[in-house]
């Protein structure tokens, strides 16, 4: 039998339900403001007390409101709120499977796609998201399973704010962790990101793909070209995130296809550059519009990343003299479009000249004395001394390096700056590469 105390809560509890079921709009989102400012931050145990062992009713009737009035947005920001003092609750397992059982995951996903949805609420669709996310694997694996990481990347693609899209990151991290199932979705849903046109979505998109892609372990096929393409931004936020994932894939074994494709790019294909020749012609301000033509953007982001992959691993470098990266740097040095891909290349062949003497001889001759003056008394700065003379040697130049390479040139170059290595195998990897490459050589000759 129970006590006079427990039946004037019981009646308290049926009186609170009764009023929210007789309640308007205006009415409902006076309770709700009335709920987040009473018991933000409870447990489970605390709310069961508020609600005399009965909270369950009102959350029930929290999520009835929100399946009917999400597509309207009335009160969604309260309402989801709500619903995240019972799922953040400490102990609150219980309420988070009622709200599961009755569809919560694919109303908060749908949530994401209305246009008509603030973004503010959008933001508090994806904390709940989160919560259901690190309550467990098998919780990742039913938001993945409801078509979650193509909802929640589209949404980071289209979000207009930043605050969103930090929390979206924080969500697809979650996701990517402890989640061996679906881990391959969300790595590959990160790559579909890159090509979108926000510069915030591709450098957060960038920020967990290098987290994701040593949980995976492998690497997808695609993104090499998505990577590459991402260079060509005008944003430094992103080019950098860019090179940080490019430095972690050179470890993978899509090693030489990235090595050959940002060799590549230093000398963008002919009808890449000529597109906008037309409006060059037409319209007296060249430089402002070459300085952001993508190829040249591209071109010295390239230039930029080589420099950063010699420098930190030698093995790097000498691949990428077997990839001829010494001719298209010069040939990036000659380009009078664009001033930064001449800088940038300018500063990787100087580290290639002071690194390799074969380097260093092959491309004294091919500058001619005076030009290499220029480029040894200072790099960075050579593009704003040289002549168009010199601009067309340099874009001209035909230097092959690699002619002239043998392993015993790079075994003695490796031996003068780093000592003996201790074992043979790093020469007979060198020794590999180079048969490797003359034979393509041999089937590229005509």
């Given at each position: 039998?129970?006590?006079?105390?427990?039946?004037?809560?019981?009646?308290?509890?049926?009186?609170?339900?009764?009023?929210?079921?007789?309640?308007?709009?205006?009415?409902?989102?006076?309770?709700?403001?009335?709920?987040?400012?009473?018991n933000q931050g409870k447990t489970a145990p605390e709310l069961e007390q508020e609600f005399s062992q009965g909270a369950s009713l009102f959350l029930v009737r929290l999520t009835t409101w929100l399946r009917l009035t999400y597509m309207t947005g009335c009160c969604l920001d309260k309402l989801l709120k709500s619903i995240g003092i019972f799922l953040s609750a400490v102990s609150s397992n219980r309420y988070l499977i009622e709200f599961l059982?009755?569809?919560?995951?694919?109303?908060?996903?749908?949530?994401?796609?209305l246009e008509k949805i603030k973004e503010e609420d959008k933001k508090e669709s994806i904390k709940l998201l989160q919560l259901i996310a690190n309550s467990g694997r098998k919780y990742k694996e039913l938001i993945c399973e409801s078509y979650g990481v193509r909802s929640i990347a589209e949404f980071l693609a289209k979000s207009k704010s930043e605050e969103c899209q930090e929390e979206v990151q924080v969500l697809l991290d979650a996701l990517?962790?402890?989640?061996?199932?679906?881990?391959?979705?969300?790595?590959?849903?990160?790559?579909?990101?890159?090509?979108?046109?926000?510069?915030?979505?591709?450098?957060?998109?960038?920020?967990?793909?290098?987290?994701?892609?040593?949980?995976?372990?492998?690497?997808?096929?695609?993104?090499?070209?998505?990577?590459?393409?991402?260079?060509?931004?005008?944003?430094?936020?992103?080019?950098?995130?860019?090179?940080?994932?490019?430095?972690?894939?050179?470890?993978?074994?899509?090693?030489?296809?990235?090595?050959?494709?940002?060799?590549?790019?230093?000398?963008?294909?002919?009808?890449?550059?000529?597109?906008?020749?037309?409006?060059?012609?037409?319209?007296?301000?060249?430089?402002?519009?070459?300085?952001?033509?993508?190829?040249?953007?591209?071109?010295?982001?390239?230039?930029?990343?080589?420099?950063?992959?010699?420098?930190?691993?030698?093995?790097?470098?000498?691949?990428?003299?077997?990839?001829?990266?010494?001719?298209?740097?010069?040939?990036?040095?000659?380009?009078?479009?664009?001033?930064?891909?001449?800088?940038?290349?300018?500063?990787?062949?100087?580290?290639?000249?002071?690194?390799?003497?074969?380097?260093?001889?092959?491309?004294?001759?091919?500058?001619?004395?005076?030009?290499?003056?220029?480029?040894?008394?200072?790099?960075?700065?050579?593009?704003?001394?040289?002549?168009?003379?010199?601009?067309?040697?340099?874009?001209?130049?035909?230097?092959?390096?690699?002619?002239?390479?043998?392993?015993?040139?790079?075994?003695?170059?490796?031996?003068?700056?780093?000592?003996?290595?201790?074992?043979?195998?790093?020469?007979?990897?060198?020794?590999?590469?180079?048969?490797?490459?003359?034979?393509?050589?041999?089937?590229?000759?005509?």
């Open positions: 039998m129970t006590s006079i105390k427990e039946q004037a809560a019981i009646s308290r509890l049926l009186s609170f339900l009764q009023d929210w079921d007789n309640a308007g709009k205006v009415a409902r989102s006076h309770i709700l403001t009335s709920f987040i400012e009473t059982e009755v569809g919560g995951v694919l109303t908060l996903l749908e949530i994401l796609g990517v962790h402890g989640n061996p199932k679906y881990q391959n979705q969300v790595y590959k849903g990160l790559i579909a990101l890159l090509p979108c046109a926000c510069p915030k979505a591709q450098q957060l998109s960038l920020q967990t793909l290098r987290t994701a892609q040593s949980i995976v372990g492998t690497t997808h096929p695609s993104i090499v070209d998505c990577v590459l393409k991402v260079l060509r931004t005008m944003h430094l936020e992103v080019q950098y995130e860019a090179i940080e994932l490019i430095k972690d894939l050179v470890s993978y074994d899509v090693r030489k296809a990235l090595l050959e494709g940002l060799v590549a790019l230093l000398i963008p294909p002919v009808k890449e550059t000529s597109k906008l020749q037309p409006k060059i012609l037409n319209d007296s301000s060249v430089l402002q519009l070459t300085a952001h033509l993508p190829v040249f953007l591209q071109q010295a982001a390239a230039a930029k990343a080589i420099g950063v992959l010699a420098r930190s691993n030698l093995s790097i470098a000498e691949e990428l003299l077997h990839l001829r990266v010494v001719h298209s740097l010069m040939a990036a040095m000659g380009n009078t479009d664009h001033s930064n891909s001449q800088r940038l290349a300018s500063l990787t062949l100087e580290y290639y000249v002071q690194m390799f003497p074969v380097v260093e001889e092959h491309v004294r001759r091919s500058m001619g004395e005076d030009l290499y003056k220029l480029f040894t008394s200072n790099a960075e700065e050579l593009y704003m001394k040289m002549d168009s003379i010199q601009a067309d040697i340099l874009a001209a130049n035909k230097v092959n390096v690699t002619k002239a390479l043998n392993p015993s040139d790079v075994y003695s170059n490796m031996s003068f700056y780093f000592g003996h290595p201790e074992n043979e195998d790093h020469l007979s990897y060198i020794t590999d590469f180079q048969k490797r490459n003359m034979e393509a050589m041999g089937e590229q000759s005509p």
